[in-house]
């Protein structure tokens, strides 16, 4: 039988490391996208391991939709998530934040149902608590936080 305790911890540090952040960005999400799209929205693939969401958001630039595999936390009630922009601990924003920005009107594939929410980017005591709450969520984003010089944007979604 299999210590799930064990293996969280095991992907933790796997997570954390440089190594991971160097070459996840580019298999994770095209994994997530595919067995999204052949499970018809039923499967996520990091989402064994940690909740996740599709997000579909508006391309900032482009005004084109914009479909992104996302962990993220779920919070109490069932009517919010928060959503992590640490890019697995890389120098620069991912663009799905920029798209939120610009659009906060979007949907994410929530466990095979879509669900219209508006994104805020939290700032201030709301972000500092929301932090304290992921980091307690998955300890890994401490270390992406660490790695980099920007605050790592936090967004609400909420259920329209």
Known sequence: MIDIPVVQKAVQKVSSTRGFAKV????????????????RGRVLL??????????????????????????????????SWILIGSNFGRPGHPAWTGNLLAHPDASISWKGRDIPVT???????????????????????????ARVEREIRLFRVVRK
Request: some cysteine.
């Open 24 to 39: 996840a960005p580019y298999v994770l999400p095209a994994l997530d996208r595919a067995v999204h799209r052949l499970t």
């Open 46 to 79: 990091s989402a064994q391991l940690l909740p996740g969401v599709i997000l579909t958001s508006t391309g900032a630039r482009s005004g084109l939709p914009r479909r992104t595999p996302l962990a993220c936390m779920p919070e109490e009630g069932g009517a």
């Open 119 to 145: 994104a805020r980017l939290l700032e201030g005591e709301e972000r500092a608590a929301a932090w304290k709450a992921v980091l307690a969520f998955w300890p890994p984003y401490a270390t992406y936080q």
